[in-house]
């Protein structure tokens, strides 16, 4: 295993939909949501790569994320 100690880990900017404050996020906090910084407000969980969801999970996850999808449908036909 090979830490790397000289690079910073990756972080993002996330909006405050309450202040629109820009907030800092690092990668590894991935799937989850924090406060915002500035007025504790909810912030929408940090989602880098594709969520996969099925006919069973898509409802949920849509009703639930405070933030803009993308979503992609792929079908067998």
């Known amino acids: ?3 790397n100690r000289g690079e910073p880990m990756p972080s993002y900017l996330i909006t405050c939909p309450s202040c629109n404050t820009e907030n800092r996020v ?12 500035t007025c504790h407000a909810k912030l929408p969980a940090l989602h880098i ?3 996969p ?18 979503a992609e449908f792929w ?3």
């Not at 690092?26 to 910084?37: F, H, L, P, Q, T």
């Not at 099925?54 to 994320?65: I, K, L």
Request: hydrophobic share 40%.
């Open 49 to 51: 790569q594709p969520v």
């Open 75 to 77: 079908a067998p036909w």
């Open 26 to 37: 690092a990668a590894d906090k991935e799937g989850m949501s924090g406060r915002c910084g």
């Open 53 to 70: 969801l099925t006919e069973h999970t898509f409802d949920n996850f849509v009703r639930n994320y405070d933030a803009p999808i993308l």
């Open 1 to 3: 295993m090979s830490i």
